[in-house]
């Protein structure tokens, strides 16, 4: 074989008159009869090749290299020229060319189902899926691998700088009660019993804090059998972290720090200290706890205006649990966020449909005022619920700071469903109105917020029971462990206000990071058991190898994890998380190349004691 000298983006006008070779995949061609290009292409870049009769090619290498197609493997050897033809300034090879005096054809392709060329119309993914190995070669999706290839390397210096020890984790795990639905793999020595694919490694992370060994990081695989969603794989990447003797300052800081190296290498941009919001606050001003603050359409709390008007939707939400304090999940309240400039944008029919939007998250609609201008000049109520804020118009345009041209929406109900539809809602007038910004040259604007604070449980509205907003194993913050301890479990309102020593790093609405100060003490740590409902048996069925790790000497610890994906996600500009794994399935868990998943032999089947309820498709 032709073995290659240089790569297909290598070379320059230094190299002119010299003999290479190079190796790669056609990409395109031209035949003139006693002319033929080739542009050749591999990782590195394109080169043209010339195939020229009167430059005294052989007519056995003409004959070749006129039968040579799109996506050919091939090596050449040639001498570097000036490109006769003039400069192609869109390639780094752009001012020379070779002319080949030898052609080896390492491959032969069959017809390609697409072409991996990035100018053309991309074909639909599922194609590209099944024939990833096509995809992958467009130099876009080269570029991708090397974006996500810098992260691992600048995360690994960066840690490694701190002094974390990267320690890999079992991936055959236990199936623990973690939050989200595990993989399970049977096993043939023990008939009926599974081991769990770790949602990710937070009990080895502890223990390898009990362990001693004080910082450690690993770039890891996660799994989570959840259902289908846009921007999530049930198989993912995390760069998960945890410290010893820490409190949730220093694992804040040390991240911090991490998140600045990160974009200054990728990016080149310096991010600023990041801002820190409370839970509370994010969830009051924006409605969510992954607040986008990229715009600022603010939500605010309107409960007291609401009481003073006559509409019967105000009432009867404020009614509900109204000797409940601020800020608990059945507490009715009124929110309103103002929209400025909605009252032309934000049609009738918009508003409508925003009223059906909302019902997807539990509430009953959206009311809706407009303020325009009046005959005299002035601001004037109008449409909606115009009417019964007519009376109060002074005291609602003040509160709010309307000027003509908004539009105002209220949500009226319990508190935790009018926050969360108004959030969601928050977001939807913003990509309406037009709000989002643009990517500028360098990707952003980067928005960062630190939301601390959180509740340490919240009831699943389904089964009515407690779960750990982050993880049962998440500590309350110091100030608040004793009132945790003390707190009567049949004690809803009390257990409903602790709060937890968890963090989350937001960025332009999505969260790229979440952690906490980890529960070291074991009666803490039984005591949530028991509130998310175990029984001490099923507490130490689950979990007896953490309750007895942090019975032997556990460290004041602390972690975080970060999204990997996303991180990458945010690099190359793209919001399909299949674009930033090499070999990602489908919606449905479905891998298009390998076809899996796949029916497997009876046989094998039965040697895993397992016997299917339901046959296999034919
Ligand atoms: N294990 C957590 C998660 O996967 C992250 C952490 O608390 O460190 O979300």
Known sequence: MLVRTHTCGQLRESDVAATVRLNGWVNSYRDHG????????????????????????????MDAADKLRNEDVIAVEGTVRVRKGGENPKLATGKVEIVVTSLEVLAKTDNPPFLPDDLAKLPNEELRL???????????????????????????????????LEVETPILYKSTPEGAREFLVPTRHVPGSFYALPQSPQLFKQILMVAGCDRYMQVCRCFRDED????????????DLEMSFVRREQVM????????????????????????????????????????????????????FARTVEFGIFKSALEKGADRPRFNSKKGVVKAMRVPGGADKLTRKVTDGYTEFVKGFGAGGVAVVKVIKGEDGQPKLDTGI??????RKAEFLALLGCEVGDTVLF?????????????????????????????????????????????MFEKNKDTGKWVAMHHPFTSPTDEQMQAFLDADPDDEV??????????????NGQEIAGGSVRIHDRAVQSKVFKLLGLTPEQAKEKFSFLLEALSYGAPPHAGIAFGLDRLVMNFVGTDNIRDVIAFPKTQIGADLMTRAPSPVPEAQLRDVHIRALTPPAP
């Not at 009390?494 to 960025?507: K, M, R």
């Open 34 to 61: 006693n002319l033929v290009f080739i542009d050749l292409r591999d990782r590195y870049g394109i080169t043209q090749l010339v195939f020229d009769r009167e430059d005294g090619a052989a007519q056995s290498m």
């Open 130 to 164: 099944t024939h990833r190995y096509i995809d992958l070669r467009r130099p876009s999706m080269q570029r991708v691998l090397a974006a996500r290839h810098k992260v691992y390397q600048v995360t690994r210096r960066y840690f490694d700088e701190q002094g974390f």
């Open 228 to 239: 289908p969603r846009a921007d999530r794989q049930a198989e993912f990447t995390q760069i």
């Open 253 to 304: 800081q040390t991240m911090e720090g991490f998140v600045r190296r990160l974009w200054k290498e990728m990016t080149g941009i310096d991010v600023p200290p990041l801002r820190r919001m409370s839970y509370r606050e994010a969830m009051e001003d924006y409605g969510i706890d992954r607040p986008d603050t990229r715009y600022d359409l603010r939500i605010r709390d309107v409960s007291d």
């Open 386 to 391: 115009a009417k019964f804020l007519e009376p």
């Open 411 to 455: 949500l009226a109900d319990t508190y935790s469903v009018a926050t969360k539809a108004i959030g969601e809602l928050r977001q939807k007038v913003a990509r309406d109105m037009g709000l989002l910004p643009a990517p500028g040259a360098e990707g952003g604007p980067w928005n960062f917020l630190w939301v601390v604070d959180f509740p």
């Open 494 to 507: 009390t257990i409903e206000g602790i709060v937890s020593a968890g963090y989350d790093i937001v960025l």
